[in-house]
């Protein structure tokens, strides 16, 4: 069955690098949009972008300076890395599949990261 | 950039009691809208896309309507499992970015 699986340290520093990783197993990434979506402790869901598999990218307006999010088809995983963090950077990061209209229909379990010095 | 505003907030209901969530658009959108749902310690599952399908799996108390700028998800008898967050989604037709809505929470009278 498909699954996601979200890696990468879980405490990061201020202004540093926040670097996650998702792991797709069960079906293969060249199709469809793969999804990163942040959920900071008891607040709603905030997307952060996605990429499609041959590799374009759309981000959140309000993150777009700090992100990038890639892909790599060989290991079938694709990737989140958020620069200059900060304490509002602290959430729980969902990776997850996006088919446009059909909707984001598998996701990871999700990765707290803690950004704290 | 289309908000998305969800209503009520929380909602208190009891099990057999019929639930409607509202998500109203800033603009008019296309039927790109999805629905999910949230337990505690849950990633978000997928509950209905294109405003009113049905994901795989979930059950035919769940549906949804709407277009336009108004859309409602309708839970027709709860559950004590269907307690949780709702979040509507929707997607701009290009480039195609995501927008959620701020949840609304189902919880047991």
């Known amino acids: 069955q498909v699954q996601l699986q979200e890696s990468g340290p879980g405490l990061v520093k201020p202004s540093e690098t926040l670097s996650l990783t998702c792991n797709v197993s069960g079906v293969s990434i060249s199709s469809y949009y793969w999804s990163w979506i942040r959920q900071p402790l008891g607040k709603g869901l905030e997307w952060i972008g996605h990429?499609?598999?041959?590799?374009?990218?759309n981000y959140n307006p309000s993150l777009k300076s700090r992100v990038t999010i890639s892909v790599d088809t060989s290991n079938n995983q694709f990737s989140l890395r958020l620069r200059s963090v900060t304490a509002a950077d602290t959430a729980i990061y969902y990776c997850?599949?996006?088919?446009?209209?059909?909707?984001?229909?598998?996701w990871g379990q999700g990765t707290l990261v803690t950004v704290s010095s | 950039e289309i908000v998305l505003t969800q209503s009520p907030a929380i909602v208190s209901l009891s099990p057999g009691d019929s639930a409607t969530l509202s998500c109203r658009a800033s603009q008019t959108i296309t039927s790109d809208l999805a629905w999910y749902q949230q337990k505690p310690g849950q990633a978000p599952r997928l509950l209905i896309y294109?405003?009113?399908n049905r994901a795989t799996g979930i059950p035919a108390r769940f549906s949804g309507s709407g277009s336009g700028t108004d859309f409602t998800l309708t839970i027709s008898s709860l559950e004590p499992e269907d307690f949780a967050v709702y979040y509507c989604q929707q997607s701009s037709n290009w480039p195609p970015l995501l927008t959620f809505g701020g949840g609304t929470k189902v919880e047991i009278k």
């Open positions: 294109e405003a009113s």
């Open positions: 990429i499609y598999y041959s590799g374009s990218t």
């Open positions: 997850a599949r996006y088919r446009g209209v059909l909707g984001a229909d598998y």
